[in-house]
């Protein structure tokens, strides 16, 4: 059984590797991916960690329908009905529709499901286990402050990288628009070649 499964994985791997094809690079598609389970999947992981109330059953509904309405979003984009600038602006609105459905159908479900005792659910949801002392311990030893610390982190290279390659694309935009590419040409090859001679219309080398 192992080899077959080993087989059809190999093959689904080729199949894969086609549809790649079809996409401007492997970023896109592997976001699309992620749209389709990843996004879905957070919404039961996060339901079932922080409340004890839902039940298995919900979370499979939850996920399949989450997953239903994502491939719903892609077809309706791939066939022009709804419109993005971008491929990776489809897959990142897709992944906040697939989220938001999975995590609303999980909660609808799971008031008419039955819940798992909660000595089951030990070490797995947040409210029911136990909590390891850390004020003891120095700071960088302390999950939570360096959980702050990594959230803290990523706010600030978010920000970074948000403005400051549109800022330099307005720079390079409005550079180009005073002078021309003779300009352009000369101040690159002085930029490169500080002793040589100098590039312009009269330059025979031009």
Known sequence: M??????????????????????NNLMDYLQLLFSFFNAPFFAIFLLGMF??????????????????????????????????????????????????????????????????????LVGLVYALTPKAKTAHLPWYNRPGIIA?????????????????????????????SRHSLADRLHLHHLRHHPGGFRLDRQSPDF
């Open 2 to 23: 192992g080899r077959i499964a080993t087989v059809v994985a190999v093959l689904v791997g080729i199949g894969t590797a086609f549809i790649v094809l079809k996409f």
């Open 51 to 120: 409340w004890k109330r839902t039940s298995p059953n919900a979370a499979f509904t939850g996920l399949l329908v989450g997953i239903l309405s994502a491939v719903g979003h892609y077809t309706l984009y791939s066939q022009g009905i709804i419109h993005y600038p971008s491929a990776m602006a489809n897959n990142f609105y897709q992944a906040i529709w697939a989220f938001s459905i999975c995590f609303a159908i999980t909660l609808v479900v799971t008031t008419f499901t039955e819940p798992r005792k909660e000595e089951e």
């Open 148 to 176: 702050v610390g990594v959230l803290a982190l990523c706010a600030v290279l978010n920000i970074i990288f948000r403005y400051r390659p549109r800022a330099g694309y307005q720079r390079g935009a409005e550079y180009g």
